[in-house]
Every structure is written in structure tokens, then in C-alpha cells.
Nanobody, 118 residues
């Protein structure tokens, strides 16, 4: 079974930066897409960014130009660099991965809290 482990969340002031990291604990497993979702209190979980094996990326409109997703296929890791953070970015951020042949994201991390506040 694949385990996704996130790190890097925390408290940051508006305008600040954070980098989230995620590692898949099963080095022989290959994924199609890897990505980051987030869920704020009272809201649905939403896709923040995803990246394909070849490096194609998609971002939510709300984070374009501020967030960048990176991936290392050899290490099965995916990072999310978040700059110019806003209070509305406050949420639990989840790492996710789609195994080859799966219809959607089928592996999830436990989540890491990101709080943007002065």
C-alpha cells in the first residue's frame, strides 16, 4: 500500500512563503498525476495544483502566478512552493497521487495545516 507523507505546513504572515513537501513511501510505485488539494473550514476540497509525469501542470485560478508545483519522479516526491500567501489560502493541504490506470486521484496524505494570519 502507498503512503503519502506531507510536511512543511505552519503559520505565516500575509505576503509570506511556505513550501510543502510530500513523499510517497513506496519507492517502486509509479504515478500518473501528483498534486495538492486544500480544504478550508466549511468549504469543499478543491484542487490547488497538479503535475503529470512529463511535467505538465494545472493550477487553480486563485493560485496562478503565486504557487508552483514541482515533482521528482525518481524520488516520488511532489512539492508546492507557495508565495505571496493570502488569508484565503488558509486551509488543510492534502497531497494526492493517481496511480497508473486509475480514473482519478486515489491516494491521499493525512493533510498539513497552512494558516495565513498576521
Amino acid at each position: 500500500q502507498v503512503q503519502l507523507v506531507e510536511s512543511g505546513g505552519g503559520l505565516v504572515q500575509p505576503g509570506g512563503s511556505l513550501r510543502l513537501s510530500c513523499a510517497a513511501i513506496r519507492s517502486d510505485f509509479s504515478f500518473n498525476f501528483m498534486g495538492w488539494f486544500r480544504q478550508a473550514p466549511g468549504k469543499k476540497r478543491e484542487l490547488v495544483a497538479r503535475i503529470g509525469r512529463a511535467g505538465s501542470t494545472n493550477y487553480a485560478d486563485s493560485v496562478k502566478g503565486r504557487f508552483t508545483i514541482f515533482r521528482d519522479n525518481a524520488k516520488n516526491t511532489v512539492d508546492l512552493q507557495m508565495n505571496s500567501l493570502k488569508s484565503e489560502d488558509t486551509a488543510v493541504y492534502y497531497c494526492s497521487a493517481q496511480s497508473l490506470g486509475a480514473m482519478g486521484f486515489n491516494y491521499w496524505g493525512l493533510g498539513t495545516q497552512v494558516t495565513v494570519s498576521s
